[in-house]
């Protein structure tokens, strides 16, 4: 079959598939263009002829239905059409294959490949198979047919390796997306670089043909020493000495910092020196008989300011870019999402809201489980002058202004991490909060009182640890968490039960994921699925994976408090009810009594 294709009849038909394919790209971005199509081609292409061989005429692929398949598999791209274009591929090309079955003399669509190629570009994208898998709705067809196989392959392998760098970095600029952006960072979840991490890594691992696989070692070699580059080149900026000397300012006039007065440079002095932009602030002036500031310094404060924040970080393993933990184990990679801290499910479209009162439920709560001490208050001098006229000069006076702002404050020991997610909310805590105890107090008071405090809250899950979401992260996180557990009892043997919950994941299976988390669980402590007595609650969101081990979980009611409260508020107005049917039914019987007695006073 590879020694004849294609035919005088096969040539007109791929011709005209690709002057189709050409018009339509030329409407996408960079990352979608008629140039990555012809890759796709020319690979599955390749795989379909390396997988051909060996095997009998009526198993090989066909090429024709792998290179029309490859030339349309993005002119229905959902990203660029509309639902209702890309509803039925089959519907929307039929025209096409109709023309050019009357111009080639080959009818495609009446020996049947027309439905088949039309099958394959609708299946063929990352995210239709993910829906697939979720829905389990994969069948023998999507697991047998090669010429799906080697499209899929060849979409994917131009999506990883240089050209998968370049497109990913194209399609994030065409979106307005940010290529990178520190940890924390609101816009991290949808960078570039994260997307490497939620799709690009996990290619090599999907691929269905031999050949692709083999192609693909070297292209996702490639990706990692990518972002190991990136990662030292972020951690090398952060290192830079400050004192560096950089190049002339594009956007600012230098000569403005020469026409200050002495006032004015010293004013300006004194407000850069309480920037603690430097250990010394006299480093900030490199004067020559004056009081003129180096504009080169003033360039390098921002920068400065930066490094001194990363710095306060602390340094056993919690830097920036460390790859591994002072005890040697490795760490896997970056998240947003960070515990300990809270799960929160709410009303639809109510996050930041639901953020803002779980902010004051939590602090309230927090003030009476875990009293923070006040901090002392400065001493701060009257001065005597200030009341008689102002003789205090302008440079004493900022400084003074600038202590009171550097004052000691009240330490935030809740904060929101973006989610990007509707209806799911992760609160952070720092210690000496328990997010376990939080809850459980929290929930228990709801119980007694019928009461949230909350308008929006649904469901509260705590989080004692975060890790990322694969299995020797979570397997180590789980295992110090358990033992942690069991060490209040340590010779009582419990029962448990494993609580997995995943949502936005697709890359861990329940079915493998739960024997791995079970055997953190020390010999001696049994399964119970119907009344443990402890609970493994194991969240997997995205990339991070958070944990917790709680007792009373069905007593509690899954901490479910909107629910709790409503039916608290039931049962409550139920009895107020029946009572005040009882009371009704009384003042009725008395009624009645009298009217009685009325009536036979009259009679008589």
């Not at 990692?224 to 950089?246: C, G, N, P, S």
């Not at 009882?582 to 009298?594: G, H, L, M, P």
């Amino acid at each position: 079959m590879a020694s004849t294709y294609p035919t005088k009849e096969e040539a007109l038909v791929v011709a005209a598939a690709e002057e189709l394919m050409v018009k339509t790209m030329a409407r996408y971005d960079p990352s979608h263009d008629a140039f990555h199509v012809q890759r796709v081609r020319r690979n599955a292409l390749h795989l379909a002829r390396a997988v051909s061989m060996g095997l009998s005429e009526d198993k090989r692929p066909d090429l024709l239905t792998v290179e029309l398949a490859a030339l349309l598999h993005d002119v229905l791209d959902k990203k660029y059409v509309s639902a209702e274009e890309a509803a039925d591929p089959y519907a929307f090309f039929l025209p096409f294959f109709e023309k050019t079955a009357s111009e080639s003399g080959l009818d495609l669509v009446k020996d049947g490949r027309a439905r088949l190629i039309t099958r394959i570009v609708e299946n063929v994208s990352w995210s239709t198979e993910k829906k697939l898998i979720a829905a389990g709705k994969i069948d023998d067809w999507y697991r047998n047919c090669v010429e799906l196989h080697c499209v899929q392959d060849a979409d994917r392998l131009d999506a990883i390796g240089a050209f998968g760098i370049l497109r990913c970095a194209a399609y994030s600029a065409a979106t307005n997306h940010a290529l990178h952006t520190p940890e924390g960072d609101p816009a991290h979840e949808s960078s570039a670089i994260q997307h490497f991490h939620d799709k690009l890594l996990h290619i090599k691992d999907r691929l269905k043909t031999e050949p692709g696989k083999r192609l693909a070692d070297k292209r996702h070699k490639l990706m990692l020493d990518f972002l190991q580059a990136v990662e030292d080149e972020t951690q090398r900026f952060i290192d830079l000495h400050w004192h560096t000397q950089h190049t002339e300012l594009p956007y600012q006039d230098r000569n403005y910092y020469e026409r200050l007065s002495d006032g004015e440079s010293r004013m300006l002095k004194t407000i850069m020196s309480t920037l603690s932009c430097t250990t010394n602030s006299s480093e900030l002036w490199r004067c020559e008989g004056n009081n003129n500031i180096d504009t080169n310094i003033i360039s390098e404060i921002p920068a400065k300011c930066q490094e001194n924040k990363r710095a306060k970080v602390d340094d056993e393993g919690q830097r920036a870019g460390r790859r591994f933990r002072p005890d040697g184990t490795p760490i896997w990679g970056q998240r947003q999402i960070d515990g300990p801290g809270v799960w929160v499910t709410c009303v639809k479209g109510k996050e930041r809201q639901t953020v803002g009162e779980l902010y004051d439920l939590f602090e309230s709560l927090a003030n009476e489980l875990w009293p923070q001490e006040s901090a002392p208050s400065a001493n701060v001098e009257e001065n005597s002058d200030e009341e008689d006229g102002g003789a205090e000069d302008l440079e004493k006076q900022i400084a003074k202004e600038v202590e009171s702002m550097k004052r000691p404050r009240k330490e935030t020991r809740f904060a929101n991490c973006q989610t990007n997610t509707p209806c799911v909310v992760f609160i952070s805590c720092k210690p000496p909060v328990d997010p376990v105890k939080l809850v459980t107090t929290h929930v228990e008071n709801v119980m007694r009182t019928g009461v949230t405090h909350t308008r929006f809250t649904q469901r509260l899950t705590p989080v004692a640890g975060t890790s990322v979401a694969n299995v020797p992260e979570i397997q180590a996180l789980c295992g110090r968490l358990v033992r942690e557990a069991l060490a209040a009892e340590p010779d009582k043997k419990f029962t448990y039960k494993i609580e997995l919950r995943m949502r936005n994941h697709n890359t861990l299976k329940r079915d493998t994921l739960i024997p791995e988390i079970a055997k953190c669980v020390p010999e001696g402590h049994t399964v119970s699925l119907d009344n443990p007595e402890l609970f493994i609650l194991v969240e997997v969101f995205k990339s991070v994976c958070g944990i917790s081990v709680v007792k009373d979980y069905y007593k509690l009611h899954k901490f479910n408090v909107m629910e709790i409260a409503n039916a608290k508020n039931l049962s409550e107005e139920g009895a107020d009810s029946r009572v005040q049917a009882e009371k009704n039914k009384v003042a009725t019987a008395e009624k009645s009594n009298v009217s009685s007695a009325a009536g036979s006073e009259e009679k008589s």
